[in-house]
């Protein structure tokens, strides 16, 4: 067994090309391992039949039989504060927290805002390309899997794998580049039913998008930089959009994985991918994972993360 706290999530898998198309239960673990709140710790994956998983390119982007719906994997609890990622340039892409200048980042509480108010995360199987200039946005990708804002009432563990709705997108420019926000809602959420596209987050959760513009407008600003940028005015586009960004990153990530263009240094080993370059054993992502350290208690967080930020735009 690997060594580590973990938490088993239930989803469905549907495999596209380049995969190869299966559909199945499956079920998915999450496995700690490290120091916890340290520069070593990792979230890692495992399949329902105890393989260790890439969360970027072996959990898939849609949950099968169910037209638009999609997994999304939990990197941030809502009203949390470390900035944990999907390492893209890691072996197997565990979650782990982000660093700036040899230190773990948090963000800011800037008020009333407390962490991030949604649960936050990102969609597997997409990759917003490097090199592709956006036709709306006219910037390029930032690298990364399509970031996700899930609006539900619940609060998700960490590297859950949870199943949303999509509504809408957002454009934020990000240093340059494309950083789409995909707005989608927990299916089994009680206002599930009537979230079926943007214009109804207003209606049945006034402010609650303008609320989300705000944040992300300003949570860089405490650390000393400038407001952030969006495009179409800071507004949230709709969800047919919505769904056809995500299927063009989804197609960028096919050419991706399916080694089509450069990797640019991403790690794309995985072991579930049929047809991609890069896939690997069971036995080899095993090693990967119990190479890991066992997962430790760690220091506790500096009470200065709690520390409210009052910004003025």
């Known amino acids: 067994p690997v060594s580590g706290r973990s938490l088993t999530l239930s989803s469905f898998i549907f495999r596209a090309s380049p995969c190869t198309t299966n559909y199945r239960k499956m079920s998915y673990t999450a496995v700690e391992k490290g120091q916890l709140n340290s520069l070593e710790y990792r979230v890692y994956f495992k399949n329902s039949s105890g393989v260790a998983i890439s969360p970027f390119h072996d959990i898939p982007l849609k949950v099968a039989g169910k037209e638009n719906v999609f997994n999304m994997v939990v990197e941030v609890p809502r009203w949390t504060n470390a900035k944990m990622e999907i390492s893209t340039g890691e072996k197997l892409n565990p979650i782990k927290q982000d660093v700036k200048k040899g230190n773990l980042r948090f963000v800011h509480?800037?008020?009333?805002?407390?962490?991030?108010?949604?649960?936050?995360?990102?969609?597997?199987?997409?990759?917003?390309?490097?090199?592709?200039?956006?036709?709306?946005?006219?910037?390029?990708?930032?690298?990364?899997p399509l970031d996700v804002c899930e609006i539900g009432f619940k609060v998700h563990k960490r590297g859950a794998v949870v199943q949303v709705k999509v509504l809408g997108v957002m454009a934020l420019i990000d240093e340059g580049e494309t950083d789409w926000k995909v707005i989608v809602c927990?299916?089994?959420?009680?206002?599930?039913?009537?979230?079926?596209?943007?214009?109804?987050?207003?209606t049945h959760m006034p402010g609650f998008l303008?609320?989300?513009?705000?944040?992300?407008r300003i949570y860089k600003i405490p650390a000393g930089k400038p407001a952030n940028e969006f495009a179409f005015d800071g507004k949230a586009k709709n969800k047919d959009f919505a769904l056809k960004v995500i299927q063009q990153t989804h197609a960028q990530w096919q050419q991706l994985v399916g080694k089509a263009v450069d990797n640019g240094g991403l790690s794309c080993e995985n072991t579930t991918v049929l047809g991609s370059p890069y896939q690997i054993g069971a036995d080899e992502?095993?090693?990967?994972?119990?190479?890991?350290?066992?997962?430790?208690?760690g220091p506790a967080l500096e009470p200065i993360v709690d520390q409210w930020h009052y910004v003025k735009l």
């Not at 089994?188 to 109804?200: R, S, V, W, Y």
């Not at 992502?285 to 208690?297: F, G, I, N, R």
């Open 285 to 297: 992502s095993k090693q990967v994972v119990e190479a890991a350290p066992a997962l430790s208690a």
């Open 109 to 144: 509480n800037c008020f009333p805002h407390h962490g991030y108010i949604w649960n936050y995360g990102a969609l597997p199987q997409t990759w917003e390309d490097p090199s592709h200039t956006d036709e709306h946005t006219s910037q390029k990708g930032d690298n990364d």
């Open 210 to 216: 303008a609320a989300t513009t705000e944040w992300f």
């Open 186 to 202: 927990d299916v089994t959420d009680p206002l599930a039913e009537k979230l079926n596209d943007i214009n109804d987050v207003e």
